[in-house]
């Protein structure tokens, strides 16, 4: 059978053996960070929901994914617990779950599994860099949602600007064009409360990180997403995975011994103008993993911000 070589499969190989970026130092002035949505992580699985049964052996090859990143700063997203993502990342990093996981906000919880967003950083790079976190209000991106909110912290850097950060999972179902449907009502809701937000953030003078699931491609030339996003913000919001491929593969639903790669990118990183974003790619997945393990139906989205 003769193969069909493509750029798509190229950058699939190199993905394979490129070097994972190394979690950063005071020294070069970079901020390692990663994007990752882990797919219903629970340390209590639904008999209902299949994606949430995992074992030790799946934490533990979520973990050795994860030790490949190693970033300073990791968003998540689907994630059931500080307990499910401790496993993930080990003890050496410092959890932020979303405030939705508060018992105030009870009446916004499922009673089985919950898909919280939230961050997990590094100790060890916190005190390399005399850093240190606040964690204010999140952001409810759809009123009374069990669903939406937006995880918020501050970073805070001696000799350095703070830097204002978001973990988002917004609404499926409107990946590209907007069309007369709830999906896509909601979605551009949601991206009018994140204007907003990154709006505050400019007229502040704030720096400012935003990375998750967006469930849409946002690199799409004149995207309405994009243009609801940044609307009056004179491009002082950056899409660091603007240029970044579509390579992730994954076990399809409809054929499990067969690959499904995704067609768009819908995992961004957004940065403030004031930073400089480098190296910004997926971490795929070899075809064992993506087949015989289980680690997510998304790969992780890495980068190296210039402070």
Partial sequence: ?????????????????????????????????????????????????KESKRDSEDFSRLNNKFN????????????????????????????????????????????????????????????????????????????NSKLRFAAYIVLKQANQPDIHLLSVHLKSGCPTKKKRSRSCRQLS???????????????????????????HNLAFKGDWMWQQLTYGLDDQAKLATQMTPAICQVKSNRKPNQLYRYPSLIDHIIVSQANHTQGTQQITFTRQEALNDHLSDHCPVVSEVKL
């Fill in 1 to 49: 059978m003769k193969i069909q070589w493509t750029w798509f499969t190229y950058l699939w190989l190199f993905s394979l053996v490129s070097l994972p970026i190394p979690a950063a130092s005071l020294k070069d002035g970079t901020l390692n960070i990663a994007t990752w949505n882990i797919e219903w992580l629970t340390t209590n699985p639904s008999h209902s929901i």
């Fill in 68 to 143: 490949q990143i190693s970033p300073a700063i990791l968003a998540f997203q689907e994630v059931d617990s500080i307990e499910a993502i401790q496993k993930v990342v080990g003890h050496e990093y410092q959890v932020y779950l979303s405030d939705r996981a508060k018992p105030q906000y009870s009446n916004l919880q499922f009673p089985d599994i919950n898909q919280y967003t939230g961050f997990a950083i590094s100790k060890n790079w916190l005190m390399e860099n005399q850093a240190n976190i606040v964690d204010p209000e999140d952001i409810s991106l759809l009123p």
């Fill in 189 to 215: 809701e949601q991206a009018e409360q994140l204007n907003q937000w990154l709006t505050r953030r400019v007229n502040r003078q704030e720096s400012f990180i935003v990375m998750g699931d967006f469930n």
